[in-house]
């Protein structure tokens, strides 16, 4: 096969193959995996695609798409075949801890191909990670301080022009068709692990009450944040993720946020000032199946914390960090937020930006005394080191961010020009720490691992 040498930043070059066949198993709800394969097949090259379950085969079946039909546990040896026999250079998905993808990086692994993930973007709104491997524990995003300096050294600042916006309508309906077509067409492919925490009808059913009382909560979350605020005592915020979030579930030493909110509140009683209080805030898109109301006032009682825990469903959470002592998270995203605005981080599971001087890396009961700032010249070069090599600007959902942001995915793909500069290449410094504490890592290790179910469809365990 001829070659051909590309350049890459620092004046150096990179050889790729002149002739590439890339796989794309499953992607976000909607067409976006679809329309960066036409701009894959426009540069030139071959593009393929197995669907896994009913809504992947509803939005991609042409002549390039295959319809895989049998189990999980079959998968692996599967993909294999498929991949020998079609010679392909690249496997490219979305959310890389699912099980299927999984199997799909330890193939890459064995062959010595790219497995490339995609995801919403770190840098929200109007960026799309890209990364090889995945994110979070399989990120390769380094965790040195001192290395990440150096290489954002030179890179250039970063474009927070908010210019691809959707409405919030786009986006859920898109999710919203994808989860009822596997629900309702399950015959399709009735092998299909969905991966799912809830029922999806469940799910959505319990959503339309929230969605329209969501201006009554948040006009009175907004007066409970200035109550907060106005008391001038030093509160901590632990916002809350969705529980159905998959980088939850494979991603922390947590079966529940109920099990984070315990852990968070019994250091806090013991550890905190007197005067300090606890804010714990709904994830703005939570569903409203768990009873936070119920159990957190009920946690709170046990841990003497009654009048010291808050619970907030509503309002903006950047405000409540502006003035908060510090911020509690599993791994979100919001705390490049906090960053930005000075609030010092402790992160308890798996989390890119989980590095020393951005984030407090000692234990959460001394997290409450003196929780350190995090530096602010350090947040700027994870920021800037993660829109050059691991972000593109661009959307899944508006139309002209999508197009511009399938083409540049498609080019980076074929040019191998993710993970870029080389300090975004090294092997992922996270996984160690996530076998300690006994995460999943391979396939093998989440086909074991039990599966995980809805806590209120089973008697508590206190």
């Not at 906090?338 to 001394?366: E, F, H, M, N, S």
């Not at 080191?385 to 498609?410: C, D, H, P, T, W």
Request: hydrophobic share 40%; aromatic share 10%.
């Amino acid at each position: 096969m001829a070659h051909r040498c590309l350049p890459i930043p620092g004046g150096k070059t990179n050889i790729v193959a002149e002739e590439k066949t890339v796989l794309f198993l499953q992607g976000p709800p909607g067409t976006f995996f679809r329309r960066v394969a036409d701009e894959v097949e426009k540069l030139g090259h071959r593009a393929l695609r197995i669907n896994l379950g009913p809504a992947d085969w509803f939005v991609w079946h042409d002549k390039r798409a295959r319809l895989y039909r049998g189990s999980l546990r079959d998968w692996p040896a599967y993909l294999e075949r498929f991949v020998e026999d079609h010679g392909v250079t690249d496997i490219v998905f979305y959310q890389d801890r699912l099980p299927y993808h999984a199997a799909a990086v330890e193939l890459a692994h064995r062959r010595g191909i790219n497995a490339v993930a995609c995801e919403f973007g770190y840098l929200r709104p109007d960026w799309i990670t890209l990364e090889l491997d995945g994110m979070s524990v399989l990120s390769r995003f380094p965790d040195d301080p001192d290395a990440i300096l150096a290489a954002a050294e030179n890179l250039p600042e970063i474009d927070r022009r908010p210019l691809f916006k959707h409405s919030f309508f786009i986006e859920a309906f898109n999710e919203v068709l994808f989860n009822l077509l596997n629900v309702f067409f399950w015959y399709i492919s009735p092998r299909f692990s969905q991966d799912k925490y809830y029922h999806p009808i469940a799910e959505y059913l319990s959503m339309i009450p929230r969605l329209f009382l969501s201006r009554y909560r948040d006009r009175s979350a907004t007066f409970l944040i200035d109550d907060v605020i106005d008391a001038g005592t030093p509160y901590f915020v632990l916002p809350l993720q969705l529980q159905s979030d998959y980088q939850l579930r494979y991603n922390a030493p947590f079966e529940h946020l109920l099990d984070v909110a315990e852990k968070v509140m019994a250091s806090f009683a013991a550890n905190a000032q007197s005067e300090a209080r606890l804010v714990i805030k709904v994830h703005p898109l939570d569903q409203g199946i768990e009873p936070w109301k119920r159990e957190i006032k009920a946690m709170a009682r046990r841990h003497g914390l009654k009048k010291r825990v808050y619970l907030i469903d509503g309002g903006n959470l950047d405000t409540l960090l502006r003035n908060a002592a510090g911020m509690l998270t599993v791994n979100s995203t919001t705390a490049l937020h906090a960053v930005r605005v000075g609030c010092p981080i402790k992160v308890l599971g798996i989390a890119v930006y989980d590095i020393p001087r951005l984030t407090v890396q000692g234990d959460l009961d001394d997290f409450w005394r003196s929780p350190q700032k995090p530096d602010p010249k350090l947040g700027i070069a994870v920021e800037k080191l993660m829109a050059a090599g691991i972000q593109v600007k661009g959307s899944f959902y508006e139309k002209n961010g999508r197009e511009i942001a399938a083409a540049e995915i498609a080019r980076r793909i074929v040019e191998e020009r993710i993970n870029l500069p080389e300090a975004l290449r090294g092997p992922p410094p996270r996984v160690e720490r996530a076998r300690r504490l006994g995460l999943p890592v391979g396939f093998l290790e989440m086909l074991a691992k039990p599966q995980r179910t809805n806590r209120w469809r089973h008697a508590a365990r206190r």
